[in-house]
């Protein structure tokens, strides 16, 4: 009378050959589904660029400490930070953080601008442009409208994100 | 007389089995890497939610309709500036 003992043996190595073939599918499924980070660069760039919009223009006005009379007072980069409440500070010893506030006249004209953060992300709001370059640094610009004295002021801020490999991958 | 027949359809149910198996597993890695990709967070962060509004509030926007209680001379313009897209 025959039985199937070998056959039986060579079953329980098909089974852990299936063992060790499913717990890889799974582990592969999980590494490629959490192993990409979320990108939040967009919403981050728009709180800061409404941060700053909120500290340059309040109410309609403009904030005065910009204002050196009728010109641009240049001591005013210097406290940026402090005076809006910022902390651009990050874990790694690279700047990752690029803000740039212009102001025009009603024709458009630039009056005057200033800028602070990593000026090499300046580049990346152009490159952008085209969609292959999207895992550069995150550039959001954003326009409107405030008053000083009765005069009038078209306001940019431009906001700019890095933390590529904290958003990207 | 030997008779095999019954251990050959056995091995041939597993080999099936496998076949289905690999597949699904090639599906659903695939899918989750897929899944995996789409995880930009875009929530139309230009705008305010606001409950009870219909519409989206955009914030600069509004920052330029206070400051127009201030001053509102050349709105048009002022507006056309304000709402261009910009590159």
Known sequence: MKNNRGAEKLMSVYWFVILFLVAGGIYSMVNSFYGHPYDVREVESNLLSQKIADCVSYGGIINTEIFDGDEFNENFTEIFLEECALNFQVESLDEEYYVKIEFFDLSKKSLFAFDYGNLNFISNCILQEDKTYETLAFCDKNRFYSTKNNEQYLIEVTSVIGKEELNVK | ?87
Do not use: C, P
């Open chain 2, 1 to 87: 007389m030997l008779n095999k027949k019954g251990q050959l359809s056995d091995a041939m149910t597993w080999v099936v089995a496998t076949v289905i198996i690999v597949i699904l597993l090639v599906v659903f890695v695939y899918a989750s890497g897929v899944l995996g990709k789409a995880n930009k967070i875009e929530t139309g962060a230009k705008s305010l939610l606001i409950d009870d509004v219909d519409e989206n509030v955009n914030y600069f926007y509004e920052k330029t309709k206070i400051a127009y209680l201030v001053n509102d001379e050349n709105k048009n313009e002022i507006d056309s500036w304000v709402k261009e897209e910009i590159k």
